[in-house]
Nanobody, 115 residues
Framework: QVQFVESGGGRVKPGGSLRLPCVATGSLGSSYVMKWYRQAPGKQRELVAIITSKSSTDYSDPVKGRFTISRDSAPNTMYLQMNSLKPEDTAVYYC?????????WGRGTQVTVSS
């Protein structure tokens, strides 16, 4: 089975940057989709970015042009580079992977953007 561990969260000032890694254990197979989600208190979980096993990427409109999703294969790690952070980016960020045999979630890491 697949498990994720997110890290790299913390507190930054508006305009700052953070890089979130998510290390996967277990086999992903040859075809999968990796995603970053975020959830602020009292709000619905929001899709942030997607990267496929073919390295195709996509982003939600609020983060487009500011965030970049990427991956490494050894070890299986997904990254979210967050630049020009805004207070509205404050949330718990979760990594997720959809494989041929299941959908898996990490535990989340807190990102706080404030002065």
């Amino acid at each position: 089975q697949v498990q994720f561990v997110e890290s790299g969260g913390g507190r930054v000032k508006p305009g700052g940057s953070l890089r979130l890694p998510c290390v996967a254990t277990g086999s992903l197979g040859s075809s999968y989709v990796m995603k970053w989600y975020r959830q602020a208190p009292g709000k619905q979980r929001e899709l942030v970015a997607i990267i496929t096993s073919k390295s195709s990427t996509d982003y939600s409109d609020p983060v487009k042009g500011r965030f970049t999703i990427s991956r490494d294969s050894a070890p299986n790690t997904m990254y979210l580079q967050m630049n020009s952070l805004k207070p509205e980016d404050t949330a718990v960020y979760y990594c997720n992977v959809g494989t041929s045999w299941g959908n898996y979630w990490g535990r989340g890491t807190q990102v706080t953007v404030s002065s």
